[in-house]
């Protein structure tokens, strides 16, 4: 990166000349919270150790889930397929080939009962990677069938309304729907679910289309303001719901670019949320972040580097004091991660906690001359840019007029052309390569494929053939009365999906009320 | 002589695949390399991409992948083109693509196939021979 350029191969003290310890450091806990959000580590000793996972139906999740429990997790990240992703149900036409092949299949309620089956949800933490307000309400409506009180769930949902559709979460809405959807959830889940992160700002998946760490942390920082302003103009008081905001960083290879970013991120939040939108409560200072290591920096010759990239990744992280980790599959290049690549992705960062100890110290690298000077740096480009696209004008526009899409596709393009003039090494891709005809260690596993899940298909169909059919209709025409005005949205999407109704049919819906077609493909019909 | 027309090529992803960075990528290197290049993006189904492809005219149809939906869309897509009378060639790319994939591929009838070992420089080339047939040596 850029940084690295202009970077020094010493670094001394007229370099932090200007660090003051008590405001721009701290000890970890106090104000700004650059050296970490906590003042003690968590009583499990370590990070939220957790492993993307999700295929096929719900219920073959379900096992995932409970093979990755049994093998150390501590926490659940549940990433829905295409369809899922994009708000189709499974017996869309387009869905057809991509049922449960790269995530869960979810449409409905009965879905997330078998999702969640037998787990302990007020006793773990549960990540979702699913179209936010859908994933809420799922996770809400089987905790209370099981009286477990919402109140008591912990976890998150990624809240991705800006760059969405540029992104690789196309869900065919407008910027204010959109917008609108991630303001609600948030909004009811600090009512009904005090203890879960309802903002994650999902910085991984901008930065995975190869935006530098300071591209990464300016747009997440461009959406965490537009949000939280949205909130504050609905009379939302700033501590009512800051608290449960959080961030899910990337992690690539330039190791202390990334351990300065993540510094830099808790500073910047922490003087953003006091100074700017007059936070008092130390928990909406202190943010949270949570970190995958980076799919991207993956390579599809000789899977098993990806290991020992994982390794240093997960190892940036651990240095940085984050609070969860997931270390992407070795497999990454080729498909969501295999059984074995989840193993080992946990059993990396169990091998950094207990073997390699880096724990025992909380911010170890803390007051190097280096780190500190480019945790400095960091936060002042983030905070540039951050302030440079803010004065472009509003960022619905930016949304829109493609400004945001022109960066992604330049961002692309830039990453690509660095493999391909061998600017940036990957190992075994640009250098250091051996024939494809050697190249087998692993290869087998990565390339193992899953065929969808036609079986769901007929499930949903069936599903759908024995709804009262007037309730849905009722249902969904409350979802779009509701959608057509101003109150929240997350009443009338519960309740259509306690009637039977599916996301995509929610989603259509809502979809038009705001004036679009229901099926971005024109290939079903409005049921209302 | 030498055909000096650019070749105009379409680029287009399967189904719901969202990984669009191979798409965009393979687009700029085609354009860069003196192609006329038809970007159509996600979400396209073969229907939309035989139509695109005989409503520009284009050369060469290439296609993007980075979910398995290829696995399952390349027979109606080719289907599809020979019921409209079409003999566009069809070239295929993506990390996800295996060396057993390859054979089964250029089986269905895929003229070429760039799997995460093929290097992104010899990309335009093998299209060109794809759409002109083998260049004679100068």
Redesign the interface.
């Known amino acids: 990166m850029a940084s690295d350029a202009t970077a020094k191969t010493i670094y001394r003290p007229d370099d932090v000349a200007g660090l003051s310890y008590a405001e721009d450091l701290n000890d970890p806990g106090a104000y700004p919270y650059t050296r970490g959000a906590r003042a003690a580590r968590p009583k499990l000793g370590a990070w939220i150790q957790r492993e993307l996972s999700g295929e096929g139906a719900p219920s073959r999740t379900n096992a995932q889930f409970k093979y990755l429990i049994d093998s150390g997790a501590n926490g659940l990240d549940v990433i829905g397929d295409?369809?899922t992703?994009?708000c189709?149900d499974p017996d869309h036409?387009?869905?057809?080939?991509?049922v449960g092949?790269?995530g869960v299949s979810l449409c409905s309620l009965p879905d997330y009962r078998e999702l969640y089956a037998d787990l302990p949800l007020d006793g773990l933490t549960i990540s979702h990677s699913l179209p936010a307000s859908f994933g809420i309400a799922g996770l809400y409506l089987a905790a209370k069938e099981r009286g477990i009180a919402p109140a008591r769930l912990r976890g998150s949902t990624i809240q991705a309304p800006f760059y969405c559709e540029d992104c690789?979460?196309?869900i065919h809405m407008p910027f204010d729907l959109r917008v609108r959807l991630a303001a609600d959830s948030i909004e009811f889940a600090a009512r009904e679910m005090p203890k879960f992160h309802a903002f994650i700002e999902d910085t991984y998946y901008i930065s995975e289309?190869?935006l530098d760490p300071v591209e990464e942390m300016a747009l997440g920082f461009v959406e965490i303001r537009y949000i939280v302003r949205e909130l504050l103009r609905r009379g939302l008081a700033i501590d009512s719901f800051a608290p449960r905001i959080a961030i899910l960083v990337n992690c690539r290879m330039d190791f202390f670019t990334e351990i300065a970013k993540i510094r830099a991120t808790r500073r910047l939040f922490a003087r953003m949320l006091r100074e700017e939108f007059g936070a008092t409560d130390p928990r909406s200072l202190a943010v949270n972040i949570a970190s995958h290591t980076s799919g991207?920096s993956l390579?599809?010759?000789q899977p098993v580097n990806n290991i020992v990239r994982g390794t240093v990744q997960a190892l940036a992280l651990a240095l940085s004091g984050v609070q969860a980790i997931e270390v992407s599959g070795f497999d990454e290049?080729?498909?969501t991660p295999s059984p074995e690549a989840h193993l080992v992705g946990l059993r990396t960062q169990q091998v950094i906690q207990l073997e390699a100890d880096v724990t025992k110290v909380m911010d170890p690298l803390g007051g190097s001359y280096y780190v500190e000077a480019l945790t400095n740096e960091m936060e002042q480009r983030i905070l540039a840019l951050v302030e440079r696209i803010e004065a472009m004008g509003d960022a619905s526009g930016l949304c829109d007029n493609g400004w945001f899409r022109g960066l992604f596709?330049d961002a692309?393009?830039r990453?690509?052309r660095e493999i391909?003039d061998g600017e940036r090494a990957q190992v075994g891709a640009n250098i250091h390569r051996v024939p494809?005809d050697e190249?087998t260690l692993l290869r087998e596993v990565a390339?193992r494929?899953?065929e969808?899940c036609r079986e769901r298909i007929d499930a949903i169909r069936a599903f759908k053939r024995a709804r009262p059919a007037g309730d849905v209709a009722a249902a969904l025409r409350e979802v779009h009365r509701v959608a057509r005005g101003a109150d929240n949205l997350m009443a009338p999407i519960i309740a259509a999906m306690m009637a039977g109704a599916t996301m995509g049919e929610i989603t259509g819906v809502m979809r038009t009320a705001y004036g679009r077609v229901y099926d971005?493909?024109g290939m079903t019909a409005c049921p209302i | 002589m030498p055909d000096l027309k650019p070749i105009r090529v379409l680029i287009s992803m399967l189904g719901l695949d969202q990984h669009e960075v191979g798409a965009i990528t393979a687009a700029r290197l085609l354009r860069d390399a003196g192609m006329e290049v038809i970007y159509l993006g996600r979400f396209n189904l073969p229907a939309a991409i035989v139509k695109a492809a005989a409503d520009e005219d284009v050369d060469v149809i290439g296609l993007s992948c980075h979910s398995w939906e290829y696995m399952h869309y390349l027979g109606e897509l080719f289907e599809l083109l020979r019921a409209r009378g079409l003999t566009i060639p069809v070239v295929v790319g993506g990390s996800v693509i295996t060396r057993e994939d390859e054979g089964r591929l250029r089986a269905q009838g895929v003229a070429a196939v760039f799997g995460p070992a093929v290097p992104a420089e010899d990309i335009p080339e093998a299209i060109r021979r794809v759409v002109r047939g083998p260049q004679p040596a100068v």
């Open positions: 295409t369809p992703m994009a189709l036409p387009a869905s057809a080939h991509a092949t790269q690789g979460y196309s289309g190869g991207l390579t599809a010759q290049a080729f498909r596709q692309m393009e990453y690509a391909r494809d190249d390339e494929k899953i969808p971005p493909f």
